[in-house]
T-cell receptor, first 111, second 115 residues
Framework: GENVEQHPSTLSVQEGDSAVIKCTYS??????FPWYKQELGKRPQLIID?????GEKKDQRIAVTLNKTAKHFSLHITETQPEDSAVYFC??????????FGAGTQVVVTP | GAGVSQSPSNKVTEKGKDVELRCDPI?????LYWYRQSLGQGLEFLIY????????KSGLPSDRFSAERTGGSVSTLTIQRTQQEDSAVYLC?????????????FGEGSRLTVL
C-alpha cells in the first residue's frame, strides 16, 4: 500500500517569510495529491490539490509542485500571515482510492 | 444536510464498554472514509467505503473495530470492549466521486474518551 512521509514535523517562520513542506510517496500508481489545513480544534479542509498530469499549481499565496519521477511533492506558502498557523497534511491516493495522509506539519507564524 | 454530520460529538465511556459512532455523509457522496486522530497526531486511516462495500479494511486496529454502511449513506463505526488506547477523535469524511481524485469533506469528529 501507499506510504507517505512528510517533513518537517514543525516549522516556525517569521510573518512575511515563506514556508515549504515536503512529502514523499511510495506508490508510483498514485495520481492525486491534496493538501489539507487543520486549525486547532477544527476539521481538516482542502486548500490545494494537484493531479499527476500537472507539475505545478498555484492559488494566490500557496503553490504545490509535483515530481513524479522522484515521487515527491511540496507545498509552498509565500508571504506568510498569522492565520496560516495550523497543521498541514499532505496526502496521496493509491490505486484503490484510499487517501493516505502524511503525519502533518505544525506551522507557526510569528509576528 | 449541508455537511458531513457525526454523532456523538463527545463520548466518555468506561473501559470494556462498546461504543457506536455514526457518520451521515453529504447526500449523494459515494465514498466514505473513517480516520482516527490521537491528540497532536496525524490522520490514521481506518476504513473506507465505495457505496456499501469496503474495498480496504486494512486500517482497522483490531477485531474489536468494525464498520458498516447501509443504503450507500449512513455509516457506523463500532468499537467493542473499548480500551484506553482507543481514546481519540474519530473523523469521518465523504467524497462526491467514486474515483480517487475527489475532495474529502470532513465532519467535526467524534471525540472518544475511555476511562
Amino acid at each position: 500500500g501507499e506510504n507517505v512521509e512528510q517533513h518537517p514535523s514543525t516549522l516556525s517562520v517569521q510573518e512575511g517569510d515563506s514556508a515549504v513542506i515536503k512529502c514523499t510517496y511510495s506508490d508510483s500508481a498514485s495520481n492525486y495529491f491534496p493538501w489539507y489545513k487543520q486549525e486547532l480544534g477544527k476539521r481538516p479542509q482542502l486548500i490545494i490539490d494537484i493531479r499527476s498530469n500537472v507539475g505545478e499549481k498555484k492559488d494566490q499565496r500557496i503553490a504545490v509542485t509535483l515530481n513524479k519521477t522522484a515521487k515527491h511533492f511540496s507545498l509552498h506558502i509565500t508571504e506568510t500571515q498569522p492565520e496560516d498557523s495550523a497543521v498541514y497534511f499532505c496526502a496521496a491516493t493509491d490505486s484503490w482510492g484510499k487517501f493516505q495522509f502524511g503525519a502533518g506539519t505544525q506551522v507557526v507564524v510569528t509576528p | 444536510g449541508a455537511g458531513v454530520s457525526q454523532s456523538p460529538s463527545n463520548k466518555v465511556t468506561e473501559k470494556g464498554k462498546d461504543v457506536e459512532l455514526r457518520c451521515d455523509p453529504i447526500s449523494g457522496h459515494t465514498a466514505l472514509y473513517w480516520y482516527r486522530q490521537s491528540l497532536g497526531q496525524g490522520l490514521e486511516f481506518l476504513i473506507y467505503f465505495q457505496g456499501n462495500s469496503a474495498p480496504d479494511k486494512s486500517g482497522l486496529p483490531s477485531d474489536r473495530f468494525s464498520a458498516e454502511r447501509t443504503g450507500g449513506s449512513v455509516s457506523t463505526l463500532t468499537i467493542q470492549r473499548t480500551q484506553q488506547e482507543d481514546s481519540a477523535v474519530y473523523l469521518c469524511a465523504s467524497s462526491p466521486v467514486s474515483t480517487n481524485t475527489g475532495e474529502l469533506f470532513f465532519g467535526e469528529g467524534s471525540r472518544l474518551t475511555v476511562l
